[in-house]
């Protein structure tokens, strides 16, 4: 099985140009913030975790309020999967302590910093409190990156919300597009999608690379993986099974601020709907076979990690 869907993430690889493709929007921009390109496309690894973690508690041990916040959960990613909107929801709860700003970005970005420095980003007093944040990027780190993580706390609890590969690279590029100032109506379909398919879309959907990175040092039971569709759909039993999977109580969440926050889905569905009226009349529908094409190989790659994952 293993080796079946080693190969499998062996066929979503990216064939080679002989012009190496953008990391990131069209030519004669900087790459999109946090443009890293994770090593999941480049690194095989198996997805049978290890096993130290099957014997993890259920409630993390409390802390005393002077000392550093020690963190014990990470929302790893996907990029644009509702992970603004989770941490929403984990505002509110009396037993989550979250970092001040929603994206650290200690593991990717900052990590030449100290862990005194990381554990300064979040409250003082943590006493009882399970402690993290949310930085989706984490999901394409490299290997060695994961490493550094589990050296950290290797009781570190990881969250993933997964989406269609190819909503998610349109929801990126089309954000993209607005904070860069970029016009989607300028730009020929090829140009469209030379974007949605360069290197840096395709590792922010590479689920399956990014599970296996992780399982390298990290058990199953350590990993929750949701879906995007449930924020909408079933949003309050989804985040009652967050909860228990961090081993806090169960909030009961207005409805009210589910549907606020869903509206936005965390200010996503805001940027969204200002940059699709600017994008030319059927441009995703012309784009829709050659990107169901292309994304294909990902497509089943990691359909084929969360058989894997979710097998016991």
Same mark, same amino acid.
């Given at each position: !099985?293993?080796?079946?869907?080693?190969?499998?993430?062996?066929?979503?690889?990216?064939?080679?140009?002989?012009?190496?493709?953008?990391?990131?929007?069209?030519?004669?921009?900087?790459?999109?913030?946090?443009?890293?390109?994770?090593?999941?496309?480049?690194?095989?690894? &198996?997805?049978? #975790?290890?096993?130290?973690?099957?014997?993890?508690?259920?409630?993390?041990?409390?802390?005393?309020?002077?000392?550093?916040?020690?963190?014990?959960?990470? =929302?790893?990613? !996907?990029?644009?999967?509702?992970? &603004?909107?989770?941490?929403?929801?984990?505002?509110?709860?009396?037993?989550?302590?979250?970092?001040?700003?929603?994206?650290?970005?200690? @593991? %990717? !970005?900052?990590?030449?910093? *100290? *862990?005194? @420095?990381?554990?300064?980003?979040?409250?003082?007093?943590?006493? #009882?409190?399970?402690?993290?944040?949310?930085?989706? *990027?984490?999901?394409?780190?490299?290997?060695?990156? =994961?490493?550094?993580?589990?050296?950290?706390?290797?009781? !570190?609890?990881?969250? =993933?919300?997964?989406?269609?590969?190819? %909503?998610?690279? @349109?929801? +990126?590029?089309?954000? @993209?597009?607005?904070?860069?100032?970029?016009?989607?109506?300028?730009?020929?379909?090829?140009? =469209?999608?030379?974007?949605?398919?360069?290197?840096?879309?395709?590792?922010?959907?590479?689920?399956?690379? #990014?599970?296996?990175?992780?399982?390298?040092?990290? &058990?199953?039971?350590?990993?929750?993986? +949701?879906?995007?569709?449930?924020?909408?759909?079933?949003?309050?039993?989804?985040?009652?099974?967050?909860?228990?999977?961090?081993?806090?109580?169960?909030?009961?969440?207005?409805?009210?601020?589910?549907?606020?926050?869903?509206?936005?889905?965390? *200010?996503?569905?805001?940027?969204?709907?200002?940059?699709?009226?600017? +994008?030319?009349? #059927?441009?995703?529908?012309?784009?829709?076979?050659?990107?169901?094409?292309?994304?294909?190989?990902?497509?089943?790659?990691?359909?084929?990690?969360?058989?894997?994952?979710?097998?016991?």
């Amino acid at each position: !099985m293993i080796d079946s869907l080693q190969t499998e993430v062996e066929r979503a690889k990216p064939k080679k140009k002989n012009k190496r493709r953008r990391l990131s929007g069209p030519s004669s921009s900087k790459p999109p913030p946090a443009a890293e390109v994770g090593a999941s496309h480049f690194e095989q690894h &198996s997805l049978e #975790g290890p096993s130290s973690g099957d014997d993890m508690p259920s409630h993390h041990p409390p802390q005393h309020p002077s000392s550093p916040a020690k963190v014990n959960f990470l =929302v790893i990613g !996907m990029q644009k999967a509702g992970t &603004s909107w989770i941490y929403k929801m984990f505002e509110d709860h009396p037993s989550i302590a979250l970092s001040k700003e929603k994206e650290v970005h200690y @593991w %990717d !970005m900052h990590f030449k910093k *100290d *862990d005194s @420095w990381y554990e300064s980003q979040f409250p003082d007093d943590t006493q #009882g409190k399970v402690v993290g944040e949310v930085t989706p *990027d984490y999901l394409s780190m490299w290997m060695e990156k =994961v490493g550094k993580i589990h050296s950290y706390n290797p009781k !570190m609890k990881l969250i =993933v919300i997964v989406r269609d590969e190819i %909503d998610r690279a @349109w929801s +990126a590029f089309l954000m @993209w597009c607005r904070i860069e100032g970029k016009d989607v109506t300028a730009m020929s379909e090829d140009e =469209v999608f030379e974007s949605l398919t360069n290197e840096y879309y395709q590792s922010r959907s590479d689920l399956a690379g #990014g599970l296996q990175n992780y399982l390298q040092k990290f &058990s199953k039971k350590q990993i929750f993986v +949701a879906d995007f569709k449930d924020v909408s759909r079933r949003p309050q039993e989804l985040m009652n099974e967050v909860f228990q999977f961090l081993g806090v109580p169960e909030l009961a969440i207005q409805e009210e601020k589910l549907s606020k926050n869903y509206q936005i889905t965390t *200010d996503r569905t805001a940027v969204l709907e200002n940059v699709r009226h600017t +994008a030319p009349e #059927g441009l995703k529908e012309k784009l829709a076979s050659r990107l169901k094409a292309f994304y294909k190989p990902i497509v089943k790659a990691n359909k084929a990690a969360l058989k894997s994952f979710r097998e016991v």
